[in-house]
Each structure stands twice: as structure tokens, then as C-alpha cells.
């Protein structure tokens, strides 16, 4: 996208530095969706190793976690969004980053991803079938 961007644009970069900030917003904020996913699923995999080495008490009403480190953990989450809400501000002010070509690069594993399954579902649906 960074590319057609520059293409578009004429060979001025502006296009394109605002397409590759867009990616570096989504890439930050994978980062902080995959955070919360790793403790999600570190919680997950604790209590079922929990349960398998005491299958003689019920567990599952005992929290994973303490309520203090429950809460750092959801403000360190919402923290990191608050942190690409700043990042977004400040490349669309300060740096005067075109919104369109931020919101085509926070896109583009969107449409990457959508690519892709078209494609393997067409390739699927050609195949025959026993």
C-alpha cells in the first residue's frame, strides 16, 4: 500500500510515510492485543494444570489471580490503547500525517487477511471433491 501510495502521490513520500505510520499503529496495537491474549491464555492453561493435580477440589471459583494484579493488568491493557490514541493524535497534528493514508496502512493486514481467504476459498472450492 505504501507503494501505491507513492505511485499516486507522484513520487512525493508523504502519501507513503503516512500509509507505513498506519502500519506501525496497527503493528503496536497487535502487540497490545496479544499481550492480553498470552495472560489470558497463561490463566487458562494455570488453572487446567490446577485442576488436573487436584481433581480432588472444585476450583473454579478460586480467582487465577489476585484482584490487585487483575487490575494492573487491565490498566497496563487499556494503557496501551490509550498510548496509539496519543500516537495517532500526535502524527495527525504534529507531523501532519494524511488520515487516509494512516487509516490505509492501520488497514492493511485487514485487507491482507480478507485477500487471502478469498483466495483459499476459491482455491478449495475448485478442487473436487471424492
Known sequence: ?????????????AGAVSV???????????WAIKGGVDVVVDLVGRRDR????DASTEREGVPAL?????????????????????GAYVMLTCFRLHPVGLLAGAMTP??????????SSRASSHREHP
Do not use: I
Not at 507503494?3 to 499516486?8: D, T
Open 66 to 86: 489476585p484482584a490487585r494484579r487483575r487490575v494492573g493488568l487491565a490498566v497496563k491493557f487499556f494503557t496501551r490503547y490509550a498510548l496509539l490514541a496519543v
Open 50 to 53: 490446577d485442576k488436573a493435580s
Open 20 to 30: 507505513l505510520a498506519g502500519g506501525g499503529l496497527m503493528a503496536l496495537s497487535y
Open 1 to 13: 500500500m505504501a507503494a501505491l501510495a507513492l505511485a499516486l502521490g507522484r513520487g512525493r513520500p
Open 110 to 119: 485487514f485487507v491482507a487477511a480478507a485477500v487471502l481467504a478469498v483466495r
